[in-house]
Every structure is written in structure tokens, then in C-alpha cells.
């Protein structure tokens, strides 16, 4: 494992970090701006939703993530000299995230470039996974970006 500070890195390398309590007034504060759903926006419409009680968006959890990432997270966001995102693939939620949750992320370095057209970067793919107090993973996807070597 790499810690967050080193400036290289490889395939392979594995990075955990991060720590988001969610709230009950940032769920409902995301969702009325961004995924007006009523298991999102109310504790009586969620009771009566699959999720049994009020469930933070799918893209509220992308949204606490990328904070992660950016304020804790590995080099690959580098954010002094621009971690530029390409793109995601393969976003999966397998759990709800709810108030009171507690998540952390980790991530995997799956592949790195040189990027010809950008001279002292690299295009960088690295698995994200969302793990909530309990170790229950929450979420996963596939970020693609450009990161400085």
C-alpha cells in the first residue's frame, strides 16, 4: 500500500482512506437540489419504500466520494497540478447509505499510461469502492483520469 503523500504510482498500488458521517439534513439537502425522489426528500415516503427508512441518492454517495478522493484521497487526484477526469465506468450501488452511516473509500491503481499528448502525465484507471462503518461495501466504480507522473 502507498500512503496518499507519495507522488508515483503503480499498478497494483491500494489506498484507503477517508471518513463522511452522513446526515439526515444532507440527504434531504442533496436530494431537493439534485434527486427530488420521496425516499430521499421524507422518513414517512422512505418507511414506505424498499430502503424501510430515509436512503441518501445513489449520487449523493458519488458526491461524498469524490470529496473523499479530492480532500484525502491518493496522488491521482492531485489537486496543486489537476487531476483531470476522463470519465467512470461500470458505477454500481449495492447498498443504501443511510443517516448516521459512516463511509470511507479505497482505491486501486488498475492501469497507468504515459499520455502522449500531455507530456508529464499519465492516463490513470483505478477501481473505487465505498465502504460503509460496518465494512459493507456501498458502491464501486471505475474512475479514468489524467494524473501528473
Known amino acids: 500500500m502507498t500512503s496518499a503523500g507519495d507522488s508515483k ?46 436512503a441518501a441518492s445513489g449520487w449523493h454517495t458519488c458526491a461524498m466520494m469524490m470529496g473523499m478522493l479530492v480532500r484525502e484521497g ?37 492501469s497507468k499510461e504515459p499520455f502522449a499528448k500531455l507530456p508529464g502525465m499519465s492516463k490513470v484507471a483505478f477501481q473505487i469502492r465505498v465502504f460503509n462503518q460496518h465494512g459493507e461495501q456501498v458502491m464501486e466504480t471505475r474512475l479514468l483520469g489524467l494524473s501528473p507522473d
Not at 491500494?14 to 463522511?20: A, E, L, V, W
Open 9 to 54: 504510482l503503480t499498478v497494483g498500488d491500494t489506498h484507503r482512506f477517508g471518513s463522511h458521517h452522513v446526515t439526515r439534513d444532507e440527504i434531504i439537502a442533496f436530494a431537493t437540489l439534485y434527486d427530488p425522489q420521496p425516499f430521499h426528500l421524507s422518513e414517512e415516503a422512505a418507511a414506505a419504500s424498499p430502503f424501510g427508512r430515509l
Open 74 to 110: 491518493p496522488p491521482v487526484v492531485d489537486v496543486e497540478r489537476g487531476g483531470i477526469g476522463l470519465g467512470a465506468d461500470g458505477l454500481r450501488w449495492m447498498k443504501p447509505v443511510y443517516a448516521d452511516d459512516v463511509l470511507s473509500c479505497e482505491t486501486t491503481v488498475v
